[in-house]
């Protein structure tokens, strides 16, 4: 009986030895787990700021004079692409349902009616809508004029300031490759200085050479990505603009039948 309780005994003392040194392993398993994602998020977070630094470095070294520049470039450039880009959404009118609503307001109320739904929508079709019945009572003809005019001035409004964003697409890698020539030109004035071909003369006008490209030609590629943009956005604009005023003229012609 003794020897059963003597074994019992020591198997107990085993299993719960074996427990707890699997317990013991978990934990510095788990803490080794902690660790290492924590030295991970570190080494993350080192690399993202040494990017940071990087570009830093690199915009510094381009030179504060051509890349501050091109830095103003794009920041004017960005500033007048969301501008537009606001603009034209804002813009932007369900053509159809305000077709269906100056039809039914023809029918029911009249021209005033009709007029009065325009007033209350915002975009140039609702505008070109207005001024086309503005003019009713002088005949079709003054009515396909004002809107053909109208049409005219809500297009140049729609197309403001985009101009200004072409002129920074082209600017801005200008700007990089007279930072390209600067820099030659000062490489090749300290192997004349120093007469001789030493590598370490050339590497650093080479290098602001170099920099300054790629900004201008980073900065016009993200304008230019903008600009087709709000190109295409104008153009679906005065799409439906045009087909507007043709629906316009058909309605007109109905309701003076």
């Not at 290492?36 to 504060?64: N, Y």
Request: with cysteine.
């Amino acid at each position: 009986m003794k020897r059963l309780f003597s074994i019992l005994a020591i198997a107990g003392i085993m299993a719960f030895g074996t427990v707890n040194a699997n317990t013991n392993a978990n934990t510095i398993t788990t803490a080794n787990t902690v660790v290492s994602s924590t030295q991970d998020d570190a080494a993350d977070a080192t690399e993202e700021l040494g990017f940071h630094q990087e570009l830093k470095k690199r915009f510094i070294e381009g030179g504060p004079g051509f890349m501050g520049i091109v830095l103003l470039c794009l920041i004017l450039g960005l500033a007048i692409a969301i501008e537009r880009i606001i603009f034209l959404n804002l813009s932007t009118t369900n053509t159809k349902k305000l077709t269906q609503s100056v039809e039914d307001a023809l029918a029911s109320g009249g021209v005033e009616a009709a007029k009065e739904v325009c007033r209350d929508t915002k975009g140039p079709v609702a505008s070109i809508f207005y001024q086309g019945l503005d003019r009713v009572d002088e005949g079709l003809d003054q009515v396909e004029k004002a809107v053909v005019s109208y049409g005219g001035v809500q297009m140049g409004q729609l197309e403001k300031n985009v101009s200004w964003i072409s002129l920074f697409i082209a600017l801005a890698p200008m700007l990089g490759f007279m930072g390209t020539v600067i820099g030659m030109i000062s490489a090749f004035d300290k192997i004349e200085a120093a007469g001789d071909m030493n590598p370490s003369l050339v590497a650093g006008g080479i290098k602001i050479a170099l920099l300054t490209t790629v900004f201008g030609l980073v900065v016009a590629i993200i304008l230019q990505v903008f600009y087709n943009y709000i190109i295409a956005k104008i153009d679906s604009i005065v799409n439906d603009m045009e087909d507007a005023s043709i629906t316009l003229m058909d309605l007109l012609i109905r309701y003076k039948k």
